[in-house]
């Protein structure tokens, strides 16, 4: 784990735990929140939405024990939640997310990366793209894992 790495996680873990949890009281709705930062998994900056008609996208994929995804990258702000399973994500830079059920990611946008599910079920995510009209959220990259 590079220093930048632990740098932006312990940064986001500060500010998910320091947001504090509301103790419900019978019946009254909580809400938690998940993850919110500037910056993706990796460190990057996060970039400016695109100009355009907004269009937000949510896709649940799932991705088969012992397997590993294409690389890939996003050209538009994206964010999920681990439904189920774990999941490692790895991007060209050579940094590593490891993921388990419940935990959030803000993807990384325009690098290329791919995830691994190295366990024995399915994961799966539930992931939220914020793009523009005509844009794709996922391009996939000719270099082989």
Do not use: Q
Request: include cysteine; aromatic fraction near 6%.
């Amino acid at each position: 784990m590079t220093l930048r790495t632990l740098l932006t996680f312990l940064t986001s873990s500060f500010l998910l735990f320091s947001c504090g949890k509301e103790k419900p009281a019978s019946g009254n709705p909580v809400s938690e929140l998940v993850a919110e930062s500037y910056l993706s998994w990796n460190g990057d900056s996060l970039p400016a939405y695109p100009a355009g008609k907004p269009k937000i996208t949510i896709v649940k994929v799932t991705i088969p024990p012992h397997s590993t995804l294409p690389n890939h990258y996003h050209p538009v702000i994206n964010a999920g939640v681990l439904l189920s399973g774990e999941l490692t994500v790895v991007d060209v830079k050579g940094n590593v997310l490891e993921m388990k059920a419940g935990d959030p990611i803000i993807e990384v946008v325009n690098t290329i990366h791919h995830g691994v599910n190295k366990g024995d079920v399915p994961a799966e995510i539930l992931v939220f793209y914020a793009g523009a009209d005509e844009m794709k959220i996922v391009v996939k990259d000719s270099v082989s894992n």
